[in-house]
């Protein structure tokens, strides 16, 4: 089974190791809250280079290193092509970019498609 979305591989791990999501936050020193918040799709992942979170989680639950970081990056270019797709088509999705952390986060995603998906 191919997991594409950060909060699956994240579940799909701590049931297949029988681990709980309050230990998952106290490894990744974040809020109990913030995992189930992770998992349900009401926190999107954050970006890999603005965070080691993902190391801890990586080693929590035994993946390979850089795994969930290079897939929180990838699962953001894909919502960033679905909001530029929506804004193209009329749709007002996209159109509040007003701070430079935003602009320097989508500028980031591009750099990051073309680094992933050249061929």
Request: include cysteine.
């Amino acid at each position: 089974m191919i997991l594409t979305d950060v909060s699956l591989v994240i579940r799909h791990r701590l049931n297949e190791l029988s681990l709980e999501q309050r230990d998952l936050a106290t490894t990744a020193q974040v809020t109990e809250s913030y995992i189930p918040q992770l998992l349900t799709g009401k926190k999107a992942p954050p970006m890999a280079h603005r965070t080691d979170m993902y190391e801890k989680m990586e080693a929590f639950l035994k993946l390979p290193c850089g795994e969930l970081s290079k897939l929180a990056d990838l699962q953001r270019i894909e919502e960033l092509k679905r909001k530029l797709t929506g804004y193209r088509q009329g749709e007002n999705t996209c159109g509040n970019i007003k701070n430079t952390k935003r602009l320097f986060d989508y500028q980031y995603l591009f750099h990051l498609r073309k680094e992933y998906f050249t061929e």
